[in-house]
């Protein structure tokens, strides 16, 4: 498996420790590579790192699945879009599937503030349009706030860029909470969240 974009490495450990015989993982940040090698060295688990950019990556090996979690919507430009695509083309084996999470592009900006209750909200312009910059925020434990900066392309755009690239099957794929989740709060909790999900799943296969 390939873990594409995730920072320190949190996913690619869950990889691991799931059903994943070799998991790499692909950052652009040196720092973010450091702290995935500090955790392996603390916890050794076989997961193996590269600092690399994403978007003109090519590996000498292929992967039976990529994993990408809010990778694609740092693209700004379909062009940009296409490039990531691209890559995650030449890193499955034929019939290797791509999954990911996104923020969802479907959703009008009046919903933006829907989720405030979760400690996530989104920003954009007035008049949103292909390429414009939704800044996310999250709200820690502690209450302070953290924000990242991605960017609109429609789901039209995506699908087109996916395509492009030589992805096939390219779906999204609404999330669900676990058992687990359902009864850690109470009832009717996540009511809010689906009613307007700005995170969704994706996936495809070459």
């Not at 809010?70 to 083309?89: E, P, Q, T």
């Not at 999954?99 to 007035?126: F, S």
Request: charged fraction near 30%; glycine fraction near 8%; charge should be negative.
């Amino acid at each position: 498996m390939l873990d594409l974009g995730y920072g320190e490495g949190t996913n690619t450990r869950l990889l691991k420790k799931g059903a994943a015989a070799d998991v790499l993982g692909v950052d652009i940040s040196h720092e973010m590579i450091r702290l995935a090698e500090d955790a392996e060295k603390a916890e050794p688990l076989g997961c193996r790192y590269r600092v690399a950019d994403v978007a003109d990556l090519s590996l000498e090996e292929s992967f039976d699945l990529v994993v990408g979690a809010f990778l694609l919507n740092h693209a700004s430009k379909r062009v940009d879009l296409v490039d990531f695509c691209a890559a995650i083309a030449r890193a499955l084996k034929p019939g290797g599937r791509f999954v990911g999470l996104n923020l969802n592009m479907a959703i009008e900006p009046e919903h933006y503030d829907d989720c405030r209750k979760y400690g996530r909200w989104q920003t954009t312009t007035a008049e949103r349009k292909e390429g414009d910059m939704i800044s996310v925020f999250h709200r820690n434990p502690d209450g302070s706030e953290m924000r990242l900066d991605n960017y609109y392309l429609s789901p039209e755009t995506y699908a087109a860029a996916a395509a492009e690239a030589g992805l096939r099957d390219f779906a999204w794929i609404p999330l669900t909470v676990s058992s687990e989740g359902r009864d850690a709060f109470p009832s009717g909790y996540w009511d809010d969240f689906f009613k307007t999900p700005q995170v969704v799943g994706m996936e495809a296969r070459k």
